[in-house]
């Protein structure tokens, strides 16, 4: 009997706590996903351009794509959260194609950490054509910038199995968007990227 009375106490506890868990997160959306326990937490300055090791990792791209016959064009960097929130909703509530499924603070465009490029043309029109070979050498020019960048760090959203981002090159340094969402930014000495 006395197993019996503990075993059915256990039970209304535990209902009794999942009742106010769910009841918490009605009345506070979010707020027990979103809860930062990282007791290092310090307050991370807003950022406002591209991190200096993507800066220079860009540069670098634009410069070898150059030196073999390869123009290219920067179409995007830092992203600040408004432009984002445009962006996704484009396609959405908004004319045009859906062309990202990042919501504000869910790309690494709003931490600095990401590029968009194209094909830059003689006649100096932009391009996003894949299999465009302007240097003539047999090989696409869109292909061989992605190498280069693949060999300076970069990660090209063309990888992605989910929803294919071919303009887009990131360094996430090791980091996860969680981890960014909370504050957490690679140091702007980054020598090179993890």
Same mark, same amino acid.
Not at 77 to 85: A, D, L, P, W
Not at 92 to 114: D, W
């Given at each position: !009997?006395?197993?019996?009375?503990?075993?059915?106490?256990?039970?209304? #506890?535990?209902?009794?706590?999942?009742?106010?868990? !769910?009841?918490?997160?009605?009345?506070?959306? =979010?707020?027990?996903?979103?809860?930062?326990? @990282?007791?290092?937490?310090?307050?991370?300055?807003?950022?406002?351009?591209?991190?200096?090791?993507?800066?220079?990792?860009?540069?670098?791209?634009?410069?070898?794509?150059? %030196? %073999? =016959?390869?123009?290219? +064009?920067?179409?995007?960097?830092?992203?600040?959260?408004?432009?984002?929130?445009? +962006?996704?909703?484009?396609?959405?509530?908004?004319?045009?194609?859906?062309?990202?499924? #990042?919501? #504000?603070?869910?790309?690494?465009?709003?931490?600095?950490?990401?590029?968009?490029?194209?094909?830059?043309?003689?006649?100096?029109?932009?391009?996003?054509? !894949?299999?465009?070979? =302007?240097?003539?050498?047999?090989?696409?020019?869109?292909?061989?910038?992605?190498? +280069?960048?693949?060999?300076?760090?970069?990660?090209?959203?063309?990888?992605?199995?989910?929803?294919? @981002?071919?303009?887009?090159?990131?360094?996430?340094?090791?980091?996860? +968007?969680?981890?960014? %969402?909370?504050?957490?930014?690679?140091?702007?000495?980054?020598?090179?990227?993890?």
């Amino acid at each position: !009997m006395i197993k019996r009375k503990k075993t059915t106490l256990f039970l209304i #506890a535990a209902l009794l706590l999942a009742i106010f868990y !769910m009841q918490l997160q009605t009345a506070i959306p =979010g707020l027990i996903n979103d809860l930062d326990l @990282d007791l290092d937490h310090k307050e991370t300055p807003e950022v406002t351009q591209l991190h200096p090791y993507v800066l220079q990792q860009k540069n670098e791209l634009v410069r070898l794509a150059k %030196k %073999k =016959g390869i123009s290219i +064009i920067i179409t995007d960097g830092f992203r600040s959260h408004e432009e984002q929130t445009r +962006i996704y909703n484009q396609g959405r509530s908004t004319k045009g194609n859906i062309v990202t499924n #990042a919501k #504000a603070g869910e790309s690494l465009h709003n931490y600095g950490l990401a590029i968009d490029f194209a094909l830059r043309l003689k006649d100096g029109s932009v391009i996003w054509d !894949m299999e465009y070979d =302007g240097n003539g050498n047999g090989k696409a020019d869109w292909m061989e910038v992605v190498e +280069i960048a693949k060999d300076l760090g970069f990660q090209w959203g063309g990888d992605w199995a989910n929803f294919p @981002d071919y303009p887009h090159l990131q360094i996430d340094f090791g980091l996860s +968007i969680r981890e960014l %969402k909370r504050g957490k930014l690679p140091p702007v000495d980054v020598v090179e990227a993890k």
